[in-house]
C-alpha cells in the first residue's frame, strides 16, 4: 500500500487513491475501512497517484496549404504543398483526402509526394495518387511513415495529373491520421 496522507495526528494513512482500502487512525482509535470501488478501468494505468501513465493514441493532423495559396487547383495554380507542423511526438499512418471538381477539364487525379521533415516517406521518389490511397472507404491502406518530434513539419506536394482550362477548379482537403503520445 502507498501513503497517501496524514492524520492530524500525524498518523499515516495508507491505501489507493483511486480503489482499493484505506487504514489510518480516527481519534485516537486504530480503524480499518474498506472501499469496494469498482476496479481501475485498463486504460487507467498510473504512475503514481493522480500521475498517469504516457499512452499513444490515433489522433488527426489536419494538412493545410502553405501560407497565401488556396486550397483550390486551377489553370493557375497546378501545384501545392500541404503540410501540419508537430506538437507532440507523432507518426502518420493513415491519410484521408477529401476533393470536390467544379467543371469538365476538372479530371486529372492529385499526386503527391511526402516528407517528414526532409525524409521522403515513399518507396520511390515518383509521385502515387493520392485520392486512391486517402479515399475516405477505402480498406487496409495504412502507412508507416517515420515518428518525428514536435516542431517537425509534415509536407506533401501535390500536383495535378492533368492541368485545368478555363475557371474549372479541384478543391482538395487533406488530414493525416497518426499515433502521438499524450
Known amino acids: 500500500m502507498d501513503v497517501v496522507g496524514y492524520t492530524e495526528e500525524g498518523e499515516a494513512v495508507y491505501g489507493d487513491v483511486m480503489g482499493g482500502s484505506v487504514m489510518g ?20 494505468e498510473q504512475l503514481a ?22 486550397a483550390a487547383f486551377s ?26 471538381r467544379t467543371g469538365a477539364s476538372a479530371v486529372g487525379r492529385l499526386l503527391g509526394q511526402f516528407f517528414v521533415g526532409t525524409d521522403l516517406q515513399q518507396a520511390d521518389i515518383q509521385s ?9 472507404g477505402s ?25 485545368l482550362t478555363g475557371t474549372d477548379t479541384i478543391f482538395m482537403s487533406m488530414l493525416l491520421l497518426g499515433r502521438i503520445i499524450h
Open 25 to 44: 487512525r480516527h481519534h485516537g482509535h486504530r480503524l480499518a475501512r474498506h472501499h469496494q470501488l469498482p476496479p481501475k478501468p485498463a486504460w487507467r
Open 49 to 70: 497517484p493522480g500521475v498517469i501513465q504516457p499512452d499513444e493514441g490515433m489522433v488527426p493532423l489536419p494538412l493545410t496549404p502553405t501560407a497565401g495559396t488556396t
Open 75 to 100: 489553370a493557375t495554380v497546378t501545384q501545392l504543398t500541404y503540410q501540419g507542423q508537430l506538437q507532440k511526438p507523432y507518426r502518420g499512418e493513415r491519410v484521408l483526402v477529401g476533393v470536390a
Open 128 to 136: 502515387w495518387d493520392l485520392e486512391l490511397v486517402g479515399q475516405p
Open 139 to 163: 480498406f487496409g491502406t495504412r502507412l508507416t511513415m517515420k515518428a518525428a518530434e514536435p516542431g517537425v513539419l509534415i509536407r506533401v506536394l501535390v500536383t495535378l495529373s492533368q492541368g
